[in-house]
């Protein structure tokens, strides 16, 4: 695990800086490829693989650390991620749907001490180390106990900033679910961060990684 360092509060308590960890999900089976098996986050985007790309992007914001979930294809992604500071976490359960690899990142965050997660999908071209330090800088500018959304153009989009007050109940999560259901649970104020189109830009599709200037591989 990539060096965090000292995010404890002061002894003045007067300042907090909250431990943020990406939580790069790159596990799923890109389902909504079709019959040709190509994985999306191994498609190329000027020559990266979007797996790749979408974890330097994380890396160039001011998160705390990486981490990035992995099950299908699990060998092939962690080899395009190679050399990069970014810690793998396998989820064995991935075919069981989304919430198990974000359980999975919760449970490993939280025991780095995390004070929240940054949760970002592998498959979004469009976002950029800006974006993720809009809501970085948005979530910090709080007392810690708030959710964060991405907005595109006043629509909800994603990433999402999850406080650690919510981390036990996206760990029972199940199915093929994402956080939805517990940010509505929870009753947490929700600070929405426009930051255009690439909150609402993923290439589930052939079409779409073409659309968005990929070039599929096997």
Known sequence: ??????????????????????????????????MI?????????DGIALVRRSAQVALGSTTDAVVVI?????????????????????NPLYESGMATSLATGVSYCRAQGAD??????????GLTSGNLDQLIAA?????????????????????????????????QLEGDVGARQVIEASGLPVVYVEIGQAALLDVDTPEAVRAAGGTLNA
């Open 116 to 125: 929240a997660i940054l949760v970002m999908l592998a498959d979004m071209p």
């Open 1 to 34: 695990m990539p060096d965090v360092g000292d995010h404890s509060q002061p002894p003045n308590g007067r300042s907090f800086s909250p431990l943020i960890l990406v939580v790069l999900l790159a596990a799923g089976r890109s389902n909504r490829m079709g």
């Open 139 to 171: 979530f910090r500018s709080t007392d810690g106990d708030v959710v964060v959304r991405a907005m595109g153009d006043g629509k909800q989009g994603n990433p999402v900033i999850l406080p650690k007050t919510l981390f036990e109940a996206v760990e």
């Open 37 to 45: 098996g190509a994985s999306k986050l191994l498609a190329e985007f």
């Open 70 to 90: 992995t099950g299908h294809r699990r060998l092939e992604i962690e080899a395009a991620l190679g050399g990069l500071e970014v810690e793998c976490v396998e």
